[in-house]
């Protein structure tokens, strides 16, 4: 092969490996944020008392038994009218976990038993294994508050993301 097409099948092969790495196709080092998914009311109505959420955290039953309840929620009175409480429930269940390719969202949903209708992403085993190695102690901390404080450690937990290398845990 004369070198010069040799230097160009090089190229064509650099160019396309860090193009699919940039895209998110290839998973480098537990890279691969959930896909894109946001909504207004969403947005506004459930970013009030914590962090939002990524729809693909949670399957389908869990977020419509979530919307089905929002007048007890965690102690809490989130109650909306009507169509904006539908319009959030469609949005979210077309974002679900079972519905995503997202290998993180995939592995939420295989690991909660069928029968299981989980409100708590903190409460499911994909969690709880993936966090075996935090001490409660560290949740509790002054700037962390909880486990469902996910934003604290994973600066891009709002966009879905929880890279290893995104990973701080604040002193
Ligand atoms: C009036 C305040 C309030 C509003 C508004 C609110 N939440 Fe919550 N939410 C809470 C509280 C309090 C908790 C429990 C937090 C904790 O234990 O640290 C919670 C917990 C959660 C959790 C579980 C987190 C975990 O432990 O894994 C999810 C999911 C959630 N909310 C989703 C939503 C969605 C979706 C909306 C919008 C429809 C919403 N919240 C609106 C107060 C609220
Ligand atoms: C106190 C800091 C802290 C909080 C709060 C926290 N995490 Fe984590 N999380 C970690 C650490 C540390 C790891 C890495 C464990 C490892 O590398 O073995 C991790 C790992 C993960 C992983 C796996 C990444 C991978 O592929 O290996 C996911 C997904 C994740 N967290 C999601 C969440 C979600 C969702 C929340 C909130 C409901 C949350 N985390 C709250 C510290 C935290």
Known sequence: MKKWMQFLILMTSI???????ASGGIDGGGGNAMPPATNAKWKTECSG???LYHPGLLPE???NKMMNGLDKHFGENATLDAATRDEIKRFLVANSAEKSTNRRSNRIDQSIPSD???LRITETRYFTSKHDEVSPLTFKRKNIGSAANCIACHKNAEKGDFSESQIRIPR
Do not use: F
């Not at 160019?15 to 790495?21: D, K, M």
């Open 116 to 118: 299981a209708t989980p």
């Open 15 to 21: 160019t396309s490996t860090s193009a699919l790495l």
């Open 61 to 63: 039953r869990s977020w």
């Open 49 to 51: 008392c914590h962090m």
